[in-house]
């Protein structure tokens, strides 16, 4: 056989090839969603700037003579990111290699993907140097949550999914409270990356910031709520819906017990508030998921297609 002739399509069956991409893009937003835990953990234990050179620590790839427990944080921080980030080049390798097995925007996608982790790679230097700036470390947050997104995004529109055709406007509820988790989880960086509680219990300073998160929560909450009730209420929704949309409204009940907990503590116990802000994105995820399925749901002919 030529060279000509070779097709890789040929190497895989179409089926397996998805599955195995949609099992690769999972296992990377899995391992984001431990990243931004992991970066929180960094922040409340102010190991932010333990190492102070980028991309190294200390001038070495392992600072053994340093390590210490926010050196490691940091450092195994750094670690897990630039796996990540080889991840998402193989994930766009892959995904171009049997783009005649996949939809057509799924390498488009992954390509979005690695140009959001390549620049969450630029922020994560600059929080570095330049002092871990509020706006920056803000940055660094919003664009690990949208990665984190696009990720669970691919994943869910590539995996096997055959909707019943109820979801009705709940798909929009599901953009809807989506997108106030989001930007709800936004402030909540803004908050936490000007130690804005601190500053408003310690010096009444920053009151107004750690206000807007507090007043923040009610638009997402009524938003989760009415999907939740709403989906409650339609009949015949698919089994997995069901699940998420149950999971969602659990972690909703968490988030706020968390975030109560952390401001009656007034941020003393550091796993809580590392809890809080990994819940956070968790619920983000489980939304995200239920939105892009329930959108798939609605749209027989694309399925078809795809």
């Not at 106030?180 to 908050?191: E, R, T």
């Not at 998160?213 to 009949?235: E, K, N, Q, Y």
């Amino acid at each position: 056989m030529s060279d000509s002739s070779f097709n890789p399509s040929t190497l895989v069956r179409p089926a397996a090839a998805r599955s195995w991409i949609t099992r690769l893009v999972f296992a990377l937003a899995i391992s984001t969603l431990f990243l931004m835990a992991l970066g929180s953990a960094t922040r409340v234990m102010n190991a932010g700037l333990s190492c102070p050179d980028w991309p190294l620590c200390y001038g070495e790839f392992v600072p053994r003579a340093q390590m210490n427990l926010e050196v490691f944080l940091e450092w195994f921080h750094r670690l897990i990111a630039t796996s990540i980030g080889f991840g998402a080049i193989a994930l766009v390798a892959v995904a171009w290699w049997f783009r005649q097995d996949l939809p057509k925007w799924t390498p488009w996608a992954t390509v979005f993907a690695l140009f959001l982790v390549v620049f969450q790679g630029v922020l994560g230097g600059l929080t570095v140097t330049e002092l871990l700036r509020f706006d920056i470390v803000t940055a660094h947050l919003g664009t690990g949550l949208l990665f984190f997104s696009t990720l669970l995004a691919i994943a869910t529109s590539l995996m096997p999914y055959q909707g019943t055709g109820t979801v009705g406007k709940l798909r929009w509820f599901g953009v809807a409270a989506t997108g106030f988790v989001y930007f709800q989880s936004i402030l909540g960086g803004l908050v936490s990356s000007q130690w804005a509680l601190h500053q408003c219990f310690g010096q009444s300073q920053l009151c107004s910031v750690m206000n807007s998160h507090i007043a923040g929560i009610v638009p997402p909450t009524i938003a989760v709520l009415s999907l939740v009730i709403l989906a409650w209420r339609t009949p015949a929704l698919h089994p997995l819906l069901r699940r998420l949309i149950n999971v969602a409204g659990l972690l909703l009940v968490l988030q706020l017990t968390l975030g109560v907990a952390t401001f009656k503590l007034r941020l003393q116990v550091e796993p809580l508030t590392v809890a809080h802000q990994a819940t956070g994105a968790a619920l983000l995820g489980t939304l995200l998921v239920f939105t892009v399925l329930a959108l798939r749901d609605s749209t027989p002919a694309l399925e078809a297609e795809a």
